[in-house]
């Protein structure tokens, strides 16, 4: 493994002044997150009461059994009830829960009311078919309200759900099924991607055929012909719409399991990441509250799938928890044309967008003509969250999203974490772009060096959280072992997040990029994060991933694969890589540059290092299942090929 060593962040890490974040009235006083550094316990014993309990805890935290942490001991809730029925109860049931707009353009409008008719009525279809609380369920759907309505339908009966994405293939999803023990899965006949309908149902089918499964329930989407096994496959609207919309919700252990989800893949095999109820439900309940910042009128877009966890986070449980109104989209930005997505937040008038880097950096390749066509003036918070935002993207997106008005939160969080750990706080902290300021309040984090201590200003080490959080993982299913191994000993019962991180002069915390990533160039090293933002800050370039390839005089050397703007002239080689130098030093100047039309990245929209790093080393490629389009990899080796004969030394 590299260890990241002595680090200065960039001339960015300079606040933006004036100030501007300050200019907003927020949610979160600063006296509440003084409070919550002061006794992290007292804290949460009291955000605890954002959410309704059955029964109320008798202890905060039971930490007896680290690292199996009990959050709100005996406590007992149910969490679909909290995410709809109680809206419905305070008189809210006529509020929109979701605004859905289908990529073809059809649209539905649910209010909880009407959702709380469709989640009891799911929960007697699942029921029906046998499905008790423990039992695992897997969900395989495109982003249609039957996805959120299935996920509450499972949390109601305490069957924990397992949300697969839908790109995934047959074999991602059979493997899935088989490490959690699902033997009912709902799915679709199919969804709307760039323009066309894509078939999911025959991915089930040859699931199917490797593992055993009991019922599917199929919602009908696309209408086109699906195969059929009678007594296994049964529709949604024969079943679920035919049952009764009463069905009283069971109160569960606040420990009781409400879902698995598996990691995004980007450093290797993904883990299944088992959360419970309680801890996770008040965590990103608190954080959809006081980060996103949301508030009764306001109007949320999270674009994250639901098959991940962003999208189990901040568009199901959290928002939902807080009775939010929000856009659910199912298709892609591009369809049918590049506006697409401001064209939607300027319709339902968006008030917080919550997004990914990829995303941004896509739009910023696209232009800042296309967002300029619609009214954003609805907007008052932008949000990022999957990678580090590179800070010309994040004054990209400010200025051309957020017309200069908007804070911009770069939320620093993992499947793992299940809620939001590191992020500047809306009214709160001055912006710098890059930066991932620090904890949430409640959460405890450092920057540690190999020895385990922590580091000083100027300095960095490793991530790592010293203290159990409510919306902690709690085991990795089926692997305790790996659980204990990947997380808790490197660092002596720290959680160790996987990620190298820098604290900069005023002691806030730069994420540097993953530890497996950071390059080791004569003896110095590197942070891929820190590189690539210096190539984004070049006019021509909108994306950039490097790694560290092996180099007989230097041990490692940087190669560069970048992604230009569209409306740019195609820079010289020689000229990104005099920029590289200029912005960091020589020692960072990339051996190679390679203008590649596209990077390969997980499903979830992560660039996939290590697949460019044996693409630089001109090896083999490894796991690549979570890839999301095989095609990327095979174009880029042999660019590399051709490349490598003309490499600039
Ligand atoms: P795997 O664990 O299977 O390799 P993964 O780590 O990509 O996949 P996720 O849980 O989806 O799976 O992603 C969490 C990781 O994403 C973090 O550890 C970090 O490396 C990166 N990340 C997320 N948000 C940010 C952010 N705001 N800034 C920098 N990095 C981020
Ligand atoms: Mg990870």
Redesign the pocket.
Known sequence: MNHPTPYTPPAAASPIRPPLDFAIEANLQTEEVLRAADDRLAYWDQEASRISWQQPHTRVLDWSDAPHARWFVDGTLNVAYNCVDRHVEAGRGDKVAFHFVGEPGDTRTLTYSRLKDEVCRAANALNALGVEAGDRVAIYLPMIPEAVIAMLACARLGAPHTVVFGGFSADALASRIEDCGARVVITADGGYRRGVASALKPAVDEAATKVEIDHVLVVRRTGEQVDWVDGRDHWWTELVGTQSPVHAPQAFDAEHPLFIM??????????G?LHTSGGYLVQTAATAWGVLDLRDDDVLWCTADVG???GHSYIVYGPMANGATQVLYEGTPDTPHRGRWWEIVERYGVTQLYTA?TAIRTFMKWGEKVPEQYDLSSLRLLG??????NPEAHRWYRRHIGGDRTPVI????????GAQM??PIPGITEAKPGA?HGPVPGVSVDVVDDAGESVGPGESGYLVITEPWPAMLRTIWNDDARFRETYWERFGGRYF???GAARDQDGDIW?L??VDDVMNVSGHRLST?EIESALVAHPAVAEAAVVGADDETTGQAVVAFVILRESAAAPDVEELRQHVASEIGPIAKPRQVLAVPELPK?R?G?IMRRLLRDIAEQREVGDAT?LADASVIEHLVREQRGATAAATR
């Open positions: 598996y990691t995004s893949g980007t450093t290797g095999r993904p883990k990441i991940w966890v962003t880097p990022s969250v999957g990678e580090s935002i770069d939320t620093w969080w993992q499947t793992e974490t590191l992020t991932a997040a996987g990620d994420v990029g993953r994060t997980t979830s992560k979570t």
